[in-house]
């Protein structure tokens, strides 16, 4: 089964600070990406990375940094903390594209269990 | 107009009944989609993938694809108190981005 890990479920951090969260996953995907979550938002995408140092903005990128230096950890990376990013943050992975890995399924994303930040 | 639209619900069905969980798509190129479960306070979870036009069946699940008419649905037969949970449909973007589009999800009740 695929894992998906991030560092923590629940992080309370106060304005201004740097926050780091982290996603680690265990299936050799080349892809992953990080959301965040907000009731009556859903998923927004932050950023994404298909390769080691590669990374790629999402719709949201403001006020993210990401870091991508082995292929089976992926950080988050709030340079300043304020209170409009309290959210849920979640962590996905996703398959190689076809005819790489011998099956017919693609980007199919698996999730770690999420972390709930709240900056006060 | 929305990429990936579903209704917000929440769409109630008593226990034992067929739950119709439905998304429109704007992208005619779409080729496949996949439905995901994500209860309160959790991360989504991946249940179904279709990757042609008609029916694909697991379990109690039944997922379908309409490329004429641009929508994707799933079924949930014999619907049981656990599934109630948001069902996010997602379209993979066939770029080099690897992206899923991203439906804002139905919220599905299953009354004992």
């Known amino acids: 089964d695929v894992k998906v890990t991030q560092s923590s479920r629940y992080l309370v951090k106060r304005t201004g600070e740097k926050v780091f969260l982290e996603c680690v996953q265990d299936?050799?995907?080349?892809?992953m990406f990080w959301y965040r979550q907000d009731p009556g938002l859903g998923l927004r995408l932050i950023y994404f990375s298909y390769d080691v140092k590669m990374k790629e903005k999402g719709d949201i990128p403001e006020g993210y940094s990401v870091s991508r230096e082995k292929k089976e950890r992926f950080s988050l990376i709030l340079e300043s903390a304020s209170t409009n990013q309290t959210s849920m943050y979640l962590c996905a992975s996703s398959l190689p594209p076809p005819g790489t890995s011998g099956t017919s399924s693609y980007n199919e994303q698996f999730f770690g269990p999420g972390t709930r930040l709240t900056v006060l | 107009q929305k990429e990936v639209e579903q209704n917000s619900g929440p769409l109630s069905v008593p226990e034992g009944a067929i739950a119709s969980l439905n998304c429109t798509y704007s992208?005619?190129?779409?080729?496949?989609f996949f439905w995901y479960r994500q209860y309160s306070g959790k991360s989504p979870e991946l249940i179904m993938s279709?990757?042609?036009?008609g029916d694909k069946e697991d379990g109690r699940f039944t997922a379908q694809l309409n490329k004429a008419s641009q929508y994707v649905s799933l079924l949930i037969r014999d619907s049981q108190p656990s599934d109630s949970a948001t069902y996010l449909c997602a379209d993979p973007r066939m770029d080099s981005s690897y992206k899923l589009i991203f439906g804002s999800g139905t919220r599905l009740l299953v009354r004992p």
């Open positions: 279709i990757y042609s036009n």
């Open positions: 992208d005619r190129g779409s080729q496949s």
């Open positions: 299936m050799d995907h080349e892809n």
